[in-house]
């Protein structure tokens, strides 16, 4: 089965549960809960990349997302920290997580030799402007084509860091500046991306395309999410990035029953089975 991320938010702002978990007991509870559901790694971030948002200083943070981190990583559970800072991913890898989520793809230069430094593993992900103004305009001839190219650069960028080429996922950022036709695209031929070698992240989860196709607001977006999930599994995304833990674990355990992936011995999906 393709692997879960759970989406653990410490902050007051995101799109979909902005505040609900901002104080780390929360935090650290509902990563608890996703862990139980299945997630295989938990991402936890302490700055909101939705459109529109307002950047955070490292002080702040950290002050959000390391008492997270240390809660979660001491429980047992493998952990990634959302940041785009190369001081937050420091303090984070040494508290205990092991892979870094960076929205940016390296936009701060000495984010590729902590992770190279510390043995992390390293998701790049791909994002035409910035979140305060990506969703202004996105404009591509060839989103696939030019989302790749983006892709293949930063990777090399990271093993110019010193980080192992096998060390290093790939995500095409669904949302972060594409249409709704940019991010269907994307997810239909994410068979393409994976000619880079790497395996591919799919962060699809409740995102505005899916509200503006099925005219859902945030909170009522799961059956989108858990289509743009299963067709991302059909189309090759090795990881799912997801709210909605439980619910997406048993749409890709009948997924891949009917694909034939996973011979079906009759037993269901548990949650803490590994995949």
Request: aromatic share 2%; proline share 4%.
């Amino acid at each position: 089965m393709a692997e879960i991320m759970g989406i653990v938010n410490v902050t007051p702002d995101s799109f979909s549960d902005g505040g609900e978990f901002l104080r780390a007991e929360a935090a650290i509870e509902q990563g608890l809960r996703l862990a139980g559901e299945g997630a295989g790694l938990l991402d936890v971030g302490g700055e909101s990349t939705r459109p529109g948002a307002a950047a955070v200083a490292a002080g702040e943070e950290l002050r959000r997302v390391l008492p997270v981190v240390e809660a979660l990583a001491a429980a047992g559970h493998r952990v990634s920290i959302d940041t785009s800072k190369a001081a937050v991913a420091e303090r984070a890898l040494a508290a205990g997580a092991r892979v870094v989520n960076d929205v940016t793809a390296l936009a701060d230069p000495e984010m590729g030799e902590v992770c190279a430094a510390a043995g992390a593993e390293l998701i790049l992900m791909h994002m035409q402007g910035a979140p305060q103004t990506m969703q202004q305009n996105p404009t591509y001839d060839d989103v696939v084509g030019e989302v790749g190219d983006f892709l293949a650069a930063r990777l090399e960028a990271a093993v110019a860091a010193g980080v192992p080429a096998e060390r290093v996922w790939l995500d095409p950022g669904i949302g972060f500046g594409k249409t709704v036709a940019h991010n269907l695209e994307l997810i239909d031929r994410l068979g393409e991306l994976r000619e880079l070698g790497r395996p591919i992240v799919l962060g699809a989860s409740r995102k505005a395309f899916i509200g503006t196709i099925t005219g859902r607001e945030v909170g009522e977006r799961l059956g989108g999410s858990l289509a743009a999930a299963v067709l991302g599994l059909v189309r090759g995304a090795d990881t799912l990035r997801v709210h909605d833990v439980r619910e997406t674990r048993e749409a890709l355990a009948v997924a891949e029953a009917i694909l034939g992936r996973r011979a079906w011995r009759g037993e269901p999906a548990s949650a803490g089975v590994s995949s």
